[in-house]
């Protein structure tokens, strides 16, 4: 947080960073509003709270319009840390939790609303696909108004008791706003945080303005004494498997708001329902005259 102590390209205590990261008196750019650049900041020191949460002060923002600008910024909680990669400048196939600020639809026909802000956990074993804004890895997300705001913009992402939340204010009510809430997520301690960001064709700068830990007091099962935290492999234990999410517009596994054909669906089914049940009714009803006549 500021002020800073660094300036340049110089080093910061406790934090690395390398790529086209600069630190100056107000910010720490990942990247400029420049094609092809990619950059991150890393916390030196590894983190070993079992529940914490995280708060971003961040500004994205440049000279593209509508949909002419990009890529995104990455937050992390990870093994590895400053190794570039082609996830929003860092690494890929990464161990650990990242949540991404994608601000550019790569995938023409997707239905989603960008900015687009989605989690993902990883293990080591998956890839993200950026052709499709990493929709098969993704295990929720919501679309956030983020970009190019006069006012200050923040993210909170909390982990407490194997529960994962982010919530934003970037709406400047300086409230906190539910995005993603996700039980089942297991999280060694032990990993790093950090920030990244990259440009392709399209740019955009990328900014932290700050990043504040803070430690959640929180009581535990005593069984989780003798856990090595340590040791946990990054998890999440769904219902539903992320590769259900491809054809899922909106990537979520929470229930959506229903959209105007899926109404349509609904009441077509139901009175689909009514009409069967009064055809039934009336059939049970005539047999059951015709044998009271019989027994007359």
């Not at 929709?135 to 008791?161: K, M, V, W």
């Not at 993603?180 to 990244?196: H, M, N």
Request: proline share 5%; hydrophobic share 35%; with cysteine.
């Amino acid at each position: 947080m500021k002020p800073y102590q660094g300036a340049g390209s110089a080093a910061m205590p406790l934090w690395d960073f390398q790529g086209s990261t600069m630190v100056t008196s107000q910010y720490v750019r990942l990247t400029p509003d420049e094609r092809s650049r990619e950059g991150s900041i890393w916390n030196r020191v590894p983190c070993f709270l079992k529940d914490w949460e995280l708060h971003i002060h961040f500004k994205i923002h440049g000279a593209g319009k509508k949909n002419l600008h990009g890529d995104g910024l990455a937050l992390w909680y990870t093994q590895e840390r400053l190794v570039p990669g082609p996830v929003f400048g860092s690494k890929d196939n990464f161990h650990g939790l990242a949540i991404f600020l994608d601000t550019y639809p790569n995938d023409e026909a997707t239905e989603r609303v960008f900015p687009y802000i989605s989690a993902m956990v990883n293990n080591g074993s998956l890839t993200y696909d950026h052709s499709k804004d990493g929709r098969r890895t993704e295990l929720a997300g919501c679309p956030a108004d983020l970009r190019n705001q006069n006012h200050d913009t923040f993210l909170a992402i909390r982990y407490s008791r194997g529960r994962l939340t982010v919530m934003t204010d970037v709406e400047d009510k300086n409230e906190w706003k539910n995005c993603i809430d996700i039980a089942g997520v297991q999280l060694p301690t032990g990993y790093f945080f950090g920030a990244s960001a990259g440009t392709g064709d399209l740019s955009d700068n990328h900014d932290i303005i700050s990043m504040k830990l803070f430690q959640l007091m929180v009581e535990h099962p005593l069984e989780d004494e003798t856990v090595d935290w340590t040791k946990i492999e990054p998890s999440v234990s769904l219902l539903k498997s992320p590769k259900d999410n491809v054809d899922d517009p909106t990537g979520n596994f929470r229930s959506g708001p229903l959209t105007g054909w899926k109404v349509f669906l609904l009441l077509l089914c139901a009175l689909l329902g009514i009409i069967v049940c009064a055809v039934v009714g009336a059939v049970v009803f005539q047999k059951r005259q015709e044998r009271n006549k019989r027994f007359y």
